[in-house]
């Protein structure tokens, strides 16, 4: 049985609006005929360069080789593409970490401002649109392809200080999107506040004679997804009652100012983050989402690696320190890791439509605000893309001669059907989309 209208639906059983993130994904309100696949786009953001002898392959093309950051990805080597030469070029006021983060999904200058970065000039909030955002606002626009949220931004140990290091994601000029790096916030902002916030009475609780009326009216099929959705839920709200019960230094739903550097559950946290990005796919509650680890800056203290020192400190420290480059390979392949573990769960996750795996319909971009720490360049940023969600020619790595960053985010638009001649600042689009992509 099909049905065209989710609100009749609801109606006409008297089911409760909180069954909305439920039931929008089932095969039976799928529109008559061939439909549009679903196509999806995650940035993901961890901070403060790489080190290139141990991050970028040496090889070009199919038969290239991954180096200890980007192994955890081994398993999706046919499905990664690594971007070297590929630079910021964006230039004007701010540092370059405040530039690296404010301008890399932007392409645009920041404004003039107060806030003052090293001895460079001080700046404001970015100029422009964020690409995610951008790309957000084209697929809401048509019926087909609109979603509840249309994007989510997601951190994971975000500062709770708003400033232009914290920041990479804009709806307009000095508009900055605050992403939500409480596992709690992000679920109640998916599926609604869980009951009792003492006992973590579970939001499944008071829905289960809506579903069951809605399992007495859809086909097998749509059963199935039902009883897996509900299941990925519940499991779901175990592990954040787990997390929280043993602090993770986050009050609910207030973030604990200064947690930042007492980030022991940083792998849970983001596990959790994760989860639920991978959750909100198969509701399709949206179709494009920001990650951002820690901030432009960050000071992460990896002890569940054995490494005591702050990512930022050790990124300043020379290259003839191998001890410091040895811990930044660490903090980079375990980044890296988090990527692996996102596209494997999207990997083992089927679309609802039974047309393949979420991954099929999803590009990741991993991507950085510097190429390294220890000089701050915005020369060959790190940009690995893993997914084919946007039909780029995968399992390779790719090397341009410094090209401009707003060209690829050009390509990212495109890959949707949204052609656009310039994105951020014109004078580093004239070339078009970033080439090689899709050949």
Known sequence: MSYQSRRDFLRNLGLSAAMVPFVTNLPCFAATGKSRRKQRLVIL??????????????????????????????????????????????????????????????????????????????AGWSSGISIDQEIKNYLQSSPETRTRFGSLEMGVMVPDHADTWT??????????????DDPYQMFGKLYGQLKDQEALKSVLDDLQSDIAKVKAHVGPADRRILDEHTSLVRDMETEIRSVRT??????VPVIEPGVRMENDKMPQISKLQIDLLVSSFVADSARVATFQFTNSVGQARMTWLGIKDAQHDLSHEPDS?????????????????????????LAETREPDGSGTLLDNTLLVWTNELGQGNTHTLD?????????????????SLKYSNVAHNRLLMSLAEGFGHRISRFGNPDFCGAGPLSGLTA
């Open 45 to 122: 953001f961890s901070p403060d360069g790489v080190v290139p002898s141990t991050f970028w392959p040496d090889a070009v093309g199919e038969s290239f080789t991954f180096k200890q950051s980007l192994s955890p990805l081994e398993p999706f080597k046919d499905k990664t593409l690594v971007l070297h030469g590929v630079s910021d070029r964006v230039r004007g006021d701010g540092d370059n970490h405040m530039r690296g983060i404010g301008c890399l999904l932007t392409g645009a200058e920041l404004f003039p401002g107060n806030v003052q970065g090293g001895s460079d000039t001080p």
């Open 167 to 180: 920041r990479m994601s804009y709806s307009g000029p000095n508009k900055p999107i605050a992403p939500i």
């Open 246 to 251: 043993s602090d993770v230094g986050h009050a």
């Open 321 to 345: 320190n191998a001890a410091a480059q040895d811990k930044l390979t660490k903090i980079n392949e375990w980044y890296c890791s988090q990527v692996a573990y996102l596209a494997k769960r």
């Open 380 to 396: 060959n940023i790190p940009f690995v893309l893993v997914g084919n969600g946007l039909d780029f020619k995968m399992g390779r």
